[in-house]
C-alpha cells in the first residue's frame, strides 16, 4: 500500500511540475507580446508650411448689375430693347413722356434769355456810361456807380435763370433713358403707355435690368481657418457643373477683409473674362483653392492625430515616456498634416497613434 502511495506522489509532482513549466512558459509569451506591442514607429516633426489646396463651392455673378428706372415720372414712349438685348454704354433704352416737364424746359429757356439780353444792354450802358466819364464834367460819378450796380445786378440774375434753366435741361434729359455701361437686357416688365416713375415696380421687379456679361465675377465663401493662407493674384482653377469636362481658370481679385458672423467665413472674388459668353451668371462652379499654408506650421504624418469625442492630439515621445499633445488641424496634403500646439521642430510623434496608447507610458 506504501508503495502505490509513493507512485501515486511522485506521478502528482510530475503534473505538478508540468503545469509549472506551461505557466511560466504562457507568462513569458504574455510579456513578449505585451513588449512587442510598445514597439512604435517615430516620426520627426518639422517646421515648414505645407502648400496645399482645397475644394469649395462658389456662384458665378455679373461684374456689374444694375436695375433700371427713370429720374422723374412720364409716360413710356417707347422701348428699344427687350429681354437678351445687347447693348453699348449710351445706348437709348427707352425714351419718356412728360409734357409739363418739357414745358418747364421752355420757360426756363425763355427767361434765360431774357436775363442774358437785359445783361447785355446793362452791361453796354455801363461800359458807354464810363467812356464818357473819361471827359471832366460829362457824367457824375454817381450815375456811373449806378450803371456798374445795374450791370452786376443783371449779371447775377442772369446766372440764376441760367441756373435754372440748366436744370431743368438735366430734367428734360431723363425722359431718355441710356445704357450706364456694355451689357445685356436680362428683364424688360414694362410696356410703351405705362406711367413710370423713380420708385416704379412690376410685381416687385425693375423695370429693366442690365448685366455685364462679358466679365463675371465668381463669388465663394473662404472659411476662417483659410482665409490668411490665400495669396493675392494667384491663378484660380474652377469647373462648372452645367458645363462638364470644360476647365476655367481666374484670379483673385478681391478678398472682403472681414469675416461673416453668422458662417465665420471671408468673401473672395475671383474675375473672370467670359467674351465667348460661354458662362453665365448664377452657375454654381467648384473651385480649387491654392493655399499658402503657414510658416508657424509643425508637420507631422496624418496618422499621428489622434481624435477622440473630447479632444484632438498627437502623442509624443519625451525622455522615453509617451506625452498627449493637443492640437489643432491646418492644411493636409497626401500623408502629411499641419498642426498647431506645444510641438516643436525635431520633436518625436508615434506615427500609427490610437487612443489606446495612454499617457505617461514608457516607450524603450
Known amino acids: 500500500m506504501m508503495k502505490h502511495y509513493k507512485y501515486y506522489l511522485s506521478a502528482l509532482s510530475v503534473i505538478t511540475g508540468l503545469a509549472a513549466c506551461n505557466s511560466a512558459a504562457m507568462t513569458d509569451k504574455k510579456a513578449i507580446t505585451h513588449n ?177 456679361e462679358d466679365k463675371l465675377r465668381l463669388i465663394l465663401q473662404v472659411p476662417e481657418m483659410y482665409s490668411a493662407q490665400l495669396a493675392q493674384q494667384s491663378q484660380i482653377a474652377f469647373d462648372v457643373d452645367a458645363i462638364p469636362g470644360k476647365h476655367f481658370q481666374g484670379a483673385i481679385s478681391r478678398q472682403a477683409g472681414t469675416l461673416n458672423d453668422k458662417y465665420r467665413s471671408e468673401a473672395v472674388e475671383i474675375d473672370v473674362q467670359n467674351a465667348s459668353h460661354l458662362l453665365k451668371a448664377g452657375m454654381y462652379a467648384e473651385v480649387l483653392l491654392p493655399l499658402q499654408g503657414s510658416a508657424q506650421a509643425m508637420l507631422v504624418p496624418s496618422s499621428a492625430v489622434v481624435m477622440s469625442t473630447e479632444r484632438k492630439y498627437v502623442v509624443a515621445v519625451k525622455d522615453h515616456y509617451t506625452r498627449w499633445v493637443d492640437v489643432e488641424e491646418g492644411n493636409h496634403h497626401n500623408d502629411s498634416t499641419e498642426v498647431f500646439g506645444h510641438l516643436e521642430a525635431s520633436d518625436q510623434v508615434i506615427t500609427n497613434a490610437t487612443d489606446e496608447i495612454k499617457d505617461g507610458v514608457r516607450v524603450p
Open 36 to 212: 512587442s506591442e510598445h514597439q512604435y514607429t517615430l516620426a520627426t516633426v518639422v517646421q515648414r508650411p505645407l502648400e496645399g489646396s482645397i475644394r469649395l463651392p462658389g456662384a458665378l455673378a455679373a461684374f456689374q448689375k444694375v436695375s433700371i428706372y427713370p429720374r422723374i415720372n412720364g409716360f413710356v414712349k417707347s422701348i428699344a430693347v427687350d429681354r437678351g438685348s445687347k447693348v453699348r454704354k449710351g445706348q437709348v433704352l427707352l425714351i419718356l413722356e412728360a409734357p409739363e416737364v418739357e414745358q418747364q424746359y421752355y420757360a426756363a429757356k425763355s427767361k434765360y434769355l431774357q436775363a442774358a439780353a437785359m445783361f447785355a444792354s446793362s452791361k453796354d450802358n455801363y461800359e458807354r456810361t464810363l467812356a464818357v466819364s473819361k471827359e471832366p464834367g460829362t457824367i457824375s460819378a454817381h450815375d456811373l456807380e449806378l450803371a456798374k450796380a445795374r450791370m452786376l445786378a443783371d449779371s447775377a440774375l442772369m446766372n440764376s435763370e441760367q441756373a435754372n434753366f440748366r436744370a431743368q435741361e438735366v430734367n428734360k434729359s431723363y425722359l431718355t433713358v441710356t445704357a450706364p455701361f456694355d451689357g445685356v437686357i436680362t428683364e424688360r416688365n414694362i410696356h410703351p403707355g405705362a406711367l413710370v416713375g423713380p420708385d416704379t415696380k412690376v410685381d416687385d421687379k425693375p423695370m429693366l435690368m442690365l448685366e455685364q
